[in-house]
């Protein structure tokens, strides 16, 4: 793909639209005051003072505690019946609205993109990845092969004709799985044994989704699990991807088998913590931070301990996860993008948390059970806590909560710098506009803490091929880390030769007395010895 930008050569017009004196200076992310957050685990947090100038928060359809003493312990105060309080940070429990969108001030963020349902509507979903498989085949092999009901409710009927129902003993070598498209935590699903005992009336039943069930999973102790990780992405234009590098495990509650009387056991066949902790009498509540590994929620590290205890490479499973969710992205990239466009206000009001569901099967391979809209951010025990608070910490400051400038904007000019994206791509090539999206990406990957960037990455061309039009924001973030990249390996190599050099004069030191390094040897260039 051709490189449109080089940021080392890009410098401010002398003239042409846009003030570089009054403008880009002041409104620079550098510039720009963010509020600094902790982990609520964290001691420190409970000495933050109330915020002056005072900020706000507000919640809508959802009473996500986790988000509430959050940022209650930071200072913030809630909205309240006020209408004259303006929110600086908004948690929504569903989608977001256009006319909520269109109401947004340049300072105000929301935990949501427009269009999300491209990914966290099963049948959507389904669409999209399916879509960019039949375009680029094998690539994009990580979803189940799925039925959506109603659309392909002919299809199924005709295939469950020729479907044969294969065993081994007394254990399904295959079933399928229903899901509703749009419930969540375990709500309507179903495992069957054929196609043909599917239970769907297309003018009565709301919509669903049959999928094959994955039915070799990895087990551990004879239970299944799957792994619920969080995925972050804070721009769909760029697209910039993140990953808390922690995750939870959850597990079943009763060892898993394929025994067709046991299908309809959802102890055995779910992992969902919703569905599992009612099983009273065998649920193992995790007790403290500390008890990891043990009972039926792990944290992602304790099942890499596992994995590496057991001769398996968890780096291996990771970047093939990783890659499952970035291209799971990259599918509903257009549609996100074009909403973005549309219907958000200012560049950075926008960000969202998924929670993607991971079940690896006795081969290691990743399966994509589904994507979640607003994950639980709820905190039943000390290990939940840990991760989702902490998750909460680094995803507000990596998008930043900004401070309300004392005015409010002013002129078309400097509006036009907040709402840039909006005429995408004309502005595409302007220099000022490529110098403001590296100066934001650098200040994430400077405040991100536990989340690892996953796209743009250094390497993050192989993913050019899959985007429907050529995106030279993107291109833009990746020749960055490119050359991030080369820089830190350049400074590694200097480190390597001081150290070796270091080394080496002392060795002379004790062997011999001491010679002074000669004018050629002083002349040397570090790293070109």
């Known amino acids: 793909m051709k490189r449109l930008f080089d940021v080392k050569k890009i410098i401010l017009p002398k003239s042409g639209n846009l003030n570089p004196n009054k403008f880009i200076f002041e409104a620079a992310p550098s510039r720009t005051k963010f509020v600094k957050f902790r982990s609520l685990t964290s001691t420190e947090a409970a000495s933050i003072p109330r915020s002056k100038p005072p900020l706000y928060f507000t919640t809508s359809n959802t009473q996500c505690s986790l988000f509430i003493d959050f940022f209650r312990q930071h200072g913030f105060r809630p909205v309240g019946n006020n209408p004259n309080v303006k929110y600086n940070t908004i948690w929504i429990g569903g989608h977001v609205s256009e006319d909520q969108l269109a109401e947004m001030n340049v300072y105000q963020r929301v935990n949501h993109h427009p269009a999300s349902s491209n990914i966290t509507k099963k049948d959507k979903l389904v669409t999209n990845v399916s879509s960019m498989n039949a375009r680029f085949p094998g690539e994009f092999n990580f979803l189940p092969k799925t ?117 309809e056991n959802s102890f055995r066949h779910l992992t969902n913590y919703s569905i599992n902790r009612t099983n009273t009498e065998k649920y193992m509540k995790n007790s403290s931070e500390e008890n990891d590994g043990v009972g039926h929620k792990w944290s992602l590290t304790a099942l890499k301990d596992y994995l590496f205890k057991n001769g398996i490479s968890p780096d291996k499973v990771m970047e093939d996860i990783e890659e499952v969710v970035v291209k799971t992205l990259i599918s509903a990239n257009k549609a996100m993008s074009d909403a973005f466009f549309k219907h958000v206000n200012y560049r950075q009001n926008c960000f969202e948390i998924y929670g993607f569901d991971i079940l690896l099967d006795d081969k290691l391979k990743p399966w994509l059970m589904e994507v979640n809209l607003s994950p639980s951010m709820g905190h039943a025990s000390p290990l939940d806590l840990k991760v989702k608070s902490t998750l909460m910490s680094d995803i507000y400051n990596a998008v930043g909560v900004r401070i309300p400038p004392e005015h409010p904007i002013a002129t078309s000019e400097e509006k036009l710098f907040e709402q840039f994206h909006k005429t995408y791509p004309e502005t595409a090539l302007n220099p000022n506009y490529a110098r403001v999206l590296t100066e934001e990406f650098r200040r994430e990957l400077s405040n991100k803490g536990n989340l690892k960037c996953l796209y743009p990455n250094w390497d993050s061309d192989k993913y050019g091929k899959f985007f429907e039009i050529e995106r030279p924001f993107n291109r833009l973030l990746i020749d960055y880390r490119i050359r991030e990249k080369s820089r830190l390996n350049f400074a590694q190599k200097q480190a390597d030769w001081i150290l070796a050099k270091t080394k080496e004069l002392g060795r002379e030191k004790t062997s011999s007395p001491q010679v002074p390094l000669s004018k050629t040897e002083m002349a040397t260039p570090i790293g070109n010895s």
């Open 147 to 263: 039925y959506r009901l109603p659309l392909d409710h002919n299809q199924m009927k005709k295939d469950a004709k020729t479907e044969v129902i294969a065993k081994d003993g007394d254990q399904l070598l295959n079933a399928w799985i229903i899901k509703p498209t749009t419930l969540s935590r375990g709500r309507g699903i179903q495992v069957i044994k054929s196609l043909s005992a599917v239970p769907y009336d297309p003018s009565k039943d709301s919509p669903k989704v049959v999928s094959r069930y994955v039915s070799n999973p990895y087990l551990i102790d004879g239970y299944k699990f799957d792994i619920r990780l969080y995925a972050v992405v804070t721009s769909v234009n760029p697209l910039r991807i993140y990953m808390n590098k922690e995750g939870l495990v959850r597990f079943s509650t009763e060892k898993y088998t394929m025994s067709e009387d046991e299908l």
